[in-house]
């Protein structure tokens, strides 16, 4: 047995009864070979690219007359599902249960307990009760606060959420999911080209986490953001009473990490106190 783990499904070569699949085996990236249900090689290649798939998959197939076109087919497929574990760091389960080593020991086995995660509901709606519905609501455009009370509701469920699953996959994985995140939240901030846009964004962004925002006087180069009771902290708490879902410091690790972005881009230093309540955000331009 060992610890590799499968980022893509089995991709066959045509006309033949061998498969391969890309992985990670010992940090690195990795092949399997296989042919029928007979697991033949697991093997860590030197860099990501079409070549290296090909080498290993060729190198260990014993068939005369194998296409290396077929070989190199199948190595593409590869890395189509490597470069998308590679940008988005998650995958599903790739594991097939069925595949053997030489001893007869399934990778399955191997992997319980380290690389396999279980997809669980944490919650229901079975429980709830609400009064029949009649006639259809008239609804009219929302503006301001109202607007508001929706959209932060929306957004602190999804991110509380989406931060308790992560923390129940493969280590560095729920990094990965918020750091993507980030990273294209800045980059839509950052349309215009304006460094203004991309500050006066990430303050918003802090600012419409309460109904209690404050700004005391700005400086020139600086600008200090005061909240009252956080609707996300308190969308958490709703959600995570007893605080052993959502992992610690979300859901305000998050606006840490945009803060991060943000700093990098445009060369402000930002300073985040996170509290029970609320937070004090401090932005000063680095004028260097």
Sequence with gaps: MSNFYPISPLVGITNTSYAAQAGVLEEKWACRVVR???????????QLDLESYVGVIY?????EGLSRAAVAQCAGRLMQFSRKYQTAGVCPNYEVPDLVYDDGSSPVAASEGTSEVQAEVSSSIEDLSVT???A???LEPLDGKDLWQHAIHSYGAMLSEIAA???NLPDGHLDVMFENVAN???RMWSASGEGVDVLSSFGNMILSCTKEG????????HLKIETGRCELLAMARQIDPDGKKIPAGYPCAFH???????SQLIGAKIEINTSSTGCIVQIALDLG
């Design 36 to 46: 029928g249900k007979k697991i033949l090689v697991e093997k860590t290649i030197h």
């Design 59 to 63: 190198g260990h197939i014993r068939l």
């Design 132 to 134: 029949g519905v009649g």
């Design 136 to 138: 259809v609501p008239k």
């Design 165 to 167: 699953y992560g923390e």
């Design 184 to 186: 294209e939240l800045v």
């Design 214 to 221: 404050q700004l005391p006087a700005a400086k020139v180069h």
């Design 256 to 262: 840490e990490k945009v803060a991060e972005k943000v």
